[in-house]
């Protein structure tokens, strides 16, 4: 039902706008006289912030359910985990808080910028967003990694460390590959905390520039629109839609063939 609604209320705006128009152009300036509605911006902001979490998140995630898999002990697993549960039950605007209070100041001091509102801040706030998923899916992928794997590396001269990323991490990576989707997933729909911290500007993407992301340009806009410009938030809603679906397949499709 949702997959139907975001169509029928999306194609309207594409086929007056029109697809090359609506995708490719780089200006949105839907208010004035003479409207634009080009999305570029926001595709290419979604793309590499979405990119920029995962190259972030993911290794610090693996090596975290590394740690806390096959190096802690009872008690320190313990609490770090407990901390993981915790961190995926905050919601995303006090994320967005954090990091309009600790990571722009930050950022904006080190880089020496006018504002630290940009898309590097973004990413660092997905990048700590997506962890709580992929330390816990990888967690239980490591897991399930049968002993005798381990013991039989262990037991032909093979160190802990090597056992753990030659023999354990491989083993459990179509697992691994599970906790990418999901974070994936968390990345690119975000709004609420993306929207505090990257300045939400219609800009083309450059790391320490304001940005804005499909997520945000709907969720920002849509309280005030109306007419044709309503029509395009949600075809951007549906190119979302359809940008999300289409990278859970590829992702899922590549998760089959590690499995056989």
């Known amino acids: 039902m949702i997959t139907i609604f975001l169509i029928i209320s ?10 090359t128009e609506f995708l490719l152009e780089t200006e ?10 080009g999305i570029m911006p926001f595709i290419l902001t979604s793309l590499y912030g979405t ?36 961190m995926a039950g ?28 940009n898309l590097f801040s973004a990413i660092i706030v997905l990048a700590v967003m997506i962890l709580p998923s992929v330390i816990s899916v990888s967690e239980t992928a490591l897991n399930a990694v049968p002993k005798e794997f381990e013991e039989a590396s262990l037991a032909l001269g093979a160190t ?11 083993a ?17 729909g975000e709004a609420m905390a993306v929207m505090m911290v990257s300045g939400n500007v219609a800009n083309m993407p450059k790391i320490f ?39 859970n397949l590829m992702l899922n499709i590549v998760i089959k063939r590690e499995k056989k």
């Open 209 to 247: 520039g304001s940005v804005r992301f499909l997520t945000t340009a709907v969720a920002s806009e849509m309280s005030y629109s109306s007419g044709l410009h309503n029509k395009a938030l949600f075809s951007i809603a549906l190119v979302l839609f359809i940008f999300i679906m289409a990278i």
């Open 90 to 117: 905050i919601p995303s605007v006090v994320y967005g808080l954090v990091g309009m209070i600790v990571i722009v100041p930050t950022v904006r001091e080190i880089f020496g910028l006018p504002d630290g509102a």
């Open 160 to 170: 802990k460390t090597e056992t753990i990323f030659k023999v354990s991490v491989p």
């Open 51 to 86: 990119f920029g979490a995962i190259l972030l998140g993911v290794p610090l995630g693996i090596l975290c359910a590394v740690f806390l898999t096959k190096i802690a002990g009872k008690r320190i697993g313990g609490v770090v985990s407990g901390a993981v549960d915790l």
């Open 10 to 19: 999306g194609i309207p705006a594409i086929k007056e706008i029109g697809l």
């Open 28 to 37: 949105w300036i839907p208010t004035t006289g003479s409207p634009k509605f």
């Open 172 to 188: 459990a990576k179509s697992g691994i590959l599970a906790a990418v989707v999901l974070g994936v997933g968390r990345a690119i």
